[in-house]
């Protein structure tokens, strides 16, 4: 079974920083493409990262774009969220998700992670 676990959430203070992890298992980690998410309290969930299987490059909300860096560790099956200069905006829980190409619509990504709770305090 895809199984993906976030971690590395938590309390910061406007400005602070955190770096989420998602440990990944039950599939080949180099042929599915694993994205970001985030829903706030009482808004739609929405793709922070993600990857284009057309050029190959990583793709940021231009709410994050700047200060939050996707990264890949194939030897750990582990994709990172590496998050900077955060916002009480940025305040969500978190996911993790495959398949989930930047074209890909919400509604067909099939695999989610538990979420993780990312609150910046003002």
Do not use: H
């Not at 676990?5 to 080949?28: E, H, I, K, R, Y």
């Amino acid at each position: 079974d895809v199984q993906l676990q976030a971690s590395g959430g938590g309390l910061v203070q406007t400005g602070g920083s955190l770096t989420l992890s998602c440990a990944t298992s039950g599939f080949n980690f180099d042929d599915l493409a694993i994205a970001w998410f985030r829903q706030a309290p009482g808004k739609e969930r929405e793709r922070v990262s993600c990857v284009s299987w057309a050029d190959g490059k990583t793709y940021y909300a231009d709410s994050v774009k700047g200060r939050f860096t996707f990264s890949s560790d194939s030897a750990k099956n582990t994709v990172y969220l590496q998050m900077t200069d955060l916002k009480p905006a940025d305040t969500a829980v978190y996911y993790c998700a495959t398949p989930a190409p930047c074209a890909r619509p919400l509604r067909r990504v099939d695999n989610w992670g538990q979420g993780t709770q990312v609150t910046v305090s003002s």
